[in-house]
């Protein structure tokens, strides 16, 4: 299951629960839709960060050759260079590009790992004979989505305390 790509940076939006859908379907639903998400999301912030990057070294190396060159409009050139350079650099710093794909992407990777050990685990109660089977692959639906729900939890924490931490830094406190 992949989410459909969009032109946009991606919104989550959670797979519909039905009564009728079995619990270790609807939590299986769920997690190949976050793993998408979280890759979808890396892959944006990858992008941005790259981009900008590109473009500021693409600029700031070429500000020497335009600023030895003589020709029409030169302070204007110079001028929008430096802004746009500026202004570059500032949404990298205020949005933290880098740090977010690398910490989206490590998220993908949980999620990832706990689907993988998940199915294993589900593919054998499937399997098995026993009476209990189907209340054990419940159970390990219902820990995988626990799982699922602290390492989301977890991400937001750490996005949310490094953005505190950012905005302090910027004021100048601790």
Do not use: C
């Not at 079995?22 to 639903?29: C, M």
């Not at 979280?38 to 892959?43: F, Q, V």
């Not at 933290?96 to 993908?108: P, S």
């Amino acid at each position: 299951m992949r989410i459909p790509r969009s032109p946009g940076p991606p919104k989550f939006q959670p797979p519909p629960v039905t009564p009728e859908a079995a619990f270790p379907a609807s939590v299986e639903a769920y997690a190949l839709k976050i793993r998408d998400f979280y890759d979808h999301r890396a892959r944006w912030h990858r992008r941005f960060f790259r981009v900008t990057s590109i473009l500021v070294i693409l600029i700031g190396a070429a500000l020497p050759l335009a600023a030895g060159l003589q020709y029409e409009g030169k302070s204007l050139t110079l001028a929008l260079a430096g802004v746009t350079i500026s202004v570059l650099t500032a949404l990298r710093s205020f949005y933290h590009w880098d740090q977010l794909w690398v910490m989206l992407r490590n998220t993908e990777i949980v999620v990832h790992d706990a689907y993988v050990t998940w199915k294993r685990k589900d593919a054998d109660f499937a399997r098995s004979s026993a009476p209990d089977a189907a209340a054990l692959r419940d159970q390990a639906a219902q820990e995988l989505m626990t799982l699922l729900l602290e390492v989301r939890r977890g991400e937001a924490e750490t996005f949310f305390r490094a953005l505190l931490n950012s905005q302090q830094a910027a004021r100048g406190s601790t």
